[in-house]
């Protein structure tokens, strides 16, 4: 079994930063975080894919987020990152990281994905 451990949200004026952590650990095989992805829900909004990382480092991002946040991963260290930079209010939600073994037919569909974190929470004033 894997566990994905989120970390790094917190309260942020507009316009500032956040790093984000996603550390795997578990019974982990170089398989098991083949795929990872954040995903986000705000207050009140659907769940949405944030952004996605392949084990060639192949990135793909939601247009929302596309030129601010910046998904990247340390093999060594078991961990996915998401830097997020020029944070509005409409980033506030829980974030949280799935991986999966098969890439997933559509990188948006969380259920294509076998393990997943509780999250952590991102709030960004005006």
């Known amino acids: 079994q894997v566990q994905l451990v989120e970390s790094g949200g917190g309260s942020v004026q507009a316009g500032g930063s956040l790093r984000l952590s996603c550390e795997a650990s578990?019974?982990?095989?170089?398989?098991?975080?083949?795929?990872m992805a954040w995903f986000r829900q705000g207050p009140g909004k659907e769940r949405e894919g944030v952004a996605a990382?392949?084990?060639?480092?192949?990135?793909v991002y939601a247009d929302s987020v596309k030129g601010r946040f910046t998904i990247s991963k340390d093999n060594a260290k078991n961990t996915m990152y998401l830097q997020m930079n020029s944070l509005t209010p409409d980033d506030t939600a829980m974030y949280h990281c799935?991986?999966?073994?098969?890439?997933?037919?559509?990188?948006?569909?969380?259920?294509?994905?076998?393990?997943r974190g509780r999250g952590t929470q991102v709030t960004v004033s005006s």
């Open positions: 799935r991986s999966t073994i098969l890439r997933p037919i559509s990188w948006t569909n969380a259920e294509q994905y076998t393990y």
């Open positions: 990382i392949d084990s060639a480092g192949r990135t």
């Open positions: 578990g019974y982990i095989n170089s398989a098991s975080t083949n795929y």
